[in-house]
Each structure stands twice: as C-alpha cells, then as structure tokens.
C-alpha cells in the first residue's frame, strides 16, 4: 500500500485516503483515555494533561511522527526544519491531540454512538482495501499486516474516528446560513463602486521632515547597531605549502595499497572499480600529496606549540624557512586582498586579541599561522563624523510616519466634507483578490470598501498599500436589482455554509477547550 503511495503521489485520491488511514489509526491512541489518568503504559511524563486524563509522551510522538508523514505526502517532499517551524507541526500534533480527547469525550455527553455495521460499512468503502470496486478481505489483512496493525486495533480505531467525525458532523449541521447574510454576500458578489482617494509616500514628503539635533541624537543612541563601524583586524602570518614537503618525501607499496582500500570509491570506472594497477600513479600522487598535507600540519602545530610563549613570528617563520607576510587592517566583510576566500582564517583572526598567534589553520592553500597585529574594536562614532548619515535615517523614519498622518488627516477631511481633490478608482466590482482599481493589490481595502455605504461613506482608519497610505471615500454604490437575489439565494447559502460550518466547529471545540483545565508540556512544541 505505501509503494503504491508513494508512486502516486501525486493523485489527490490517494493523498486524501492516505490522510484518512493515518488519522484513523491515531484514533487508536486514544483509546486508553477513559481507563484512569496514565494513558498508555502508564508512562509518568506527558506531553499534556487533559482534566486531568495524562496525554502521553508516547501518544504525542506518535500523532507528530503521523502528522508530519501526512503533510511531507502531501508536500510530495521531505519536510525540513525550516517548513516544520512555519506549520507549527508540534503544536498541530499536540493540539488534535487535546481536541480529539476533549470531542470524544463531549460525543458520549450527547448519546453519540457508532455501530459495528458503521465500522464496517466505513472500512469496505474504503477504496485502499477493494479490488475491482469491492471490498477485498485478503487485501484487508495484507495491508494492515504490512503495517504491524491488527485488524482489531484498526478497526477500534475506525470507531474512534466515526466518533468523531458523527459529533463535529451534529455542530456543523446546526450551522445555518440567514437570509441576511445570503443577501449581504448577493450584494458583494454583484453590487458595484467607485471609489475617491488621495494617497501619500514617504518619498513624497520626505522633503517636509526637518529633523531637530535632539532628534537625531535620540535616533543614534537607540539605534547603534546602523552606525557601529565594522571591527577591524591587521594581520602578519606565515603560509607553509605542503607541496614543498612532498618533495621531500616518498610512499611504501604498503601505503599505496592502503590509500587505494580506504578510498576504493574514488577510482570508479564504467564497469565498476578500477584495479590498482590501472590507476596506480594517480593512486601514488594523491597519497603522496595526503601524507605531505598531514606532515605539514603536524610540522607547523609542533614548531608553534614550541614557540607560542614567546608570541614571536618571526622566530617560528625562521625554523619553518618561511616569509612573514602582512595584511593592512580589513574587516570581515571585505578581507585583504591576500586572504580572498580563506573563510576559516578571517574566522580564526577575529578571534585573536592584538598580539596572540594562532593556528595552524589549513585550506586550499597550505597551513597558516597567524598573528594578530592589530586590532580595532567596532565603534559608534560621534554624531558630528556621521551626521549626514543619521539624518538620512531620520528622516526615511519620519517620512513614513509622515505618509500616514497625512492620510489619516485626509481621512478626516472625507468625513468632514473638506476641499480635497482625489482621483477615483473608476467603477469596479469586488474580487476575492483584492486588486482594486488604479491602486492595487488592496484585500484590506476591498473588503472596508463593499461595506461604505451613503450614510457613512468615508473608511475609518487610512490603508496602507506597497509603500503609500491611501484615505479612501465611497463616490457612488451601484446596487444590483434585488429581483434576482429569491433565485440565487438557494445557491448562495450553499456556497456560504462550509464556511459557517467551519466557524461554528471553531467556536465550539474553542468552547470546549475553555471549559476544560489542560496542562501542556510547553518543552515539548518549543521552537529551538
């Protein structure tokens, strides 16, 4: 069953039935519940206590590990830390957990009841267990088999889950669409608008910003970071290639054969690995230039071991036959030109104090070691050497407040009926996308906007879009004949009621979840 899964991963059927056994065997866990405060095994953590009834450790990792297998299958990928931290896997694990518990025990408050004829029925129609269109028994027992479930526990657990699904089914049914509400949607989908506005960017009055000394003094103290200057280093350092040991040194047969054993996957051929003898120079340069490299190291670690207390680099470049070489002070973001690339002996520089050696440090290049031979601290310079760069700040700061007073002054000005002169959007129905005419992508301002009315035309607060803040007022609301609304409001209340339905399922498992005294494990869906 899972190969098939995965094969067809991409079929939204497959998904959906997938999702539907994974959650069905959840159910499973909580079948405990009601047979004392331990849960399963009686384990003394918990991930969380519900009136008491103990979540345990294991029933938590058990839903995350499904939880997170659910949404990588519908993601078709691996779901990495980052996409877990953003869909808040642990907490959506934990919190089906709780409101699972808490629903199931509401279903027995209200008579609720699932027959086996029920569990039977739900598990025959499953299109994972049929061949040919019908429910096949053999396939049945192969799957659950391959999955180490029993057929017992699976089907409790499909129990659980018709519980479930019959209680949260009995609130949505109550949920009604009002004619009102048929007729306020009627109303968005065909009525029409034109909107007035006048909108302001920072880049428009950022000219009218006169920033005060105070100000800007203010601005730098709580804002040093934007100003520090970049920590410096200078550096002197010797650089030993170990080409130059290679010279001096030769390998065994022995010593061959064993670089060619320990890395028998680098000499891969068509046909598989290639002999030793086909590859035997190749072999021979690169452990040559391997037992360089670990002599080199172990050269340069030994001569600056012997040396380190006399902080003295010259000395070490001196038993090495080696040059000290300088860089002028650089920051770690654009390095001296010597130390291009050398990522790991930046690193290493910026944490010498002045005048401590360090190192051996190896890359591409060969073994360094180096010295810090100066260093300078990262700094806030006065306001008077960076002023005009202060001022800039402050003022794209207040610019932007600016924008928004003078939008909300506008604002007013609508509602007061004062002299402006706003431009119009031109006549535009509403759009789920909230693109509104000459202003843009505005879903904020579009749903304000269908509800203005002649009484009270002028929108409340201003509304921000990209980089503006427009004030907006109603010019016309072209009402669609009613006539017409008797014969889509059928329609309209059923594309309306998922989502009431929806809403009240929130408020009453909220409802539940209120009522209820829970404890939760709060290191358990910690974001590390």
Not at 142 to 169: C, N, V, Y
Not at 369 to 376: F, G, T
Not at 451 to 476: C, D, H, I, M, S
């Amino acid at each position: 069953m899972l190969d098939l899964m995965r094969k067809k991963k991409e079929s939204i059927i497959i998904k959906i039935v997938f999702v539907v056994i994974v959650l069905s065997f959840i159910g499973t866990m909580f079948l405990v519940w009601g047979k004392g405060s331990e849960g399963l095994g009686g384990h003394s953590g918990y991930a969380a206590k519900v009136n008491g009834a103990k979540i345990t450790l294991e029933e938590y990792q058990n839903a995350y590990q499904r939880v997170r297998n659910i949404y990588q299958q519908i993601y078709g990928q691996s779901i990495t830390p980052e996409m877990e931290k953003m869909l808040g896997l642990k907490k959506v694990a934990l919190d089906s957990l709780i409101d699972n518990f808490l629903i199931a025990k509401e279903a027995k408050s209200m008579g609720i009841k699932v027959s086996k004829e029920e569990v039977s029925n739900s598990i025959e129609a499953m299109p994972t267990f049929q061949k040919g269109g019908k429910f096949d028994f053999d396939l049945y027992q192969q799957l659950l088999r391959s999955s180490r479930m029993t057929p017992k526990d699976f089907e409790e657990g499909q129990k659980h889950d018709l519980l479930l699904s019959k209680a949260r089914q009995s609130i949505k049914d109550k949920a009604a669409v009002s004619d009102d509400e048929a007729l306020a949607q009627y109303k968005k989908e065909n009525d029409k608008i034109e909107l007035e506005y006048v909108s302001y960017a920072p880049s428009e009055v950022i000219a009218e910003v006169k920033p005060t000394d105070a100000e800007l003094n203010d601005y730098l103290q709580k804002n040093p970071n934007e100003f520090k200057t970049p920590e410096k280093a200078a550096l002197s350092y010797i650089l030993l290639d170990p080409a130059s040991q290679a010279a001096k040194l030769t390998v065994s047969e022995e010593e061959i054969q064993t670089f060619y054993q320990k890395n028998i996957d680098r000499w891969q051929g068509k046909d598989g690995i290639l002999p030793l003898k086909d590859v035997r120079d190749k072999v021979k340069a690169d452990a040559l230039r391997q037992k360089a490299a670990k002599q080199s190291f172990e050269l340069a670690a030994d001569t600056l071991y012997k040396n380190a207390k006399s902080g003295d680099l010259n000395l070490i470049a001196g038993q090495l036959g080696l040059k000290v070489q300088e860089t002028p002070l650089f920051d770690a973001n654009v390095p001296a030109a010597a130390l291009a690339g050398e990522t790991v002996v930046i690193k290493k520089a910026f944490e010498l104090k002045e005048g401590e050696l360090g190192g051996p440090v190896e890359t591409a290049k060969g073994i360094y070691i180096i010295k810090a031979r100066e260093r300078k601290a990262s700094v806030v310079p006065p306001l008077a050497g960076i002023r005009a760069f202060v001022e800039q700040k402050v003022k794209a700061a207040k610019a932007v407040e600016l924008a928004r007073k003078k939008a909300a002054d506008a604002t007013r000005q609508f509602a007061a009926k004062g002299t402006l002169k706003p431009r119009t959007t031109g006549i535009f129905g509403f759009s789920d996308k909230g693109n509104v005419p000459d202003i843009g992508n505005a879903p904020d301002m579009m749903e304000a906007a269908f509800k203005l009315t002649a009484a009270a035309p002028v929108a409340n607060e201003p509304f921000k879009v990209g980089n503006r803040w427009y004030a907006v007022r109603l010019k016309q609301h072209i009402e669609t004949p009613k006539a017409e609304f008797d014969k889509a409001k059928q329609q309209i209340k059923l594309k309306l009621l998922p989502k009431k339905q929806g809403e009240a399922l929130a408020v009453w498992t909220k409802g539940l979840r209120e009522k209820a005294k829970i404890e939760i494990n709060q290191t358990l869906i910690a974001e590390k």
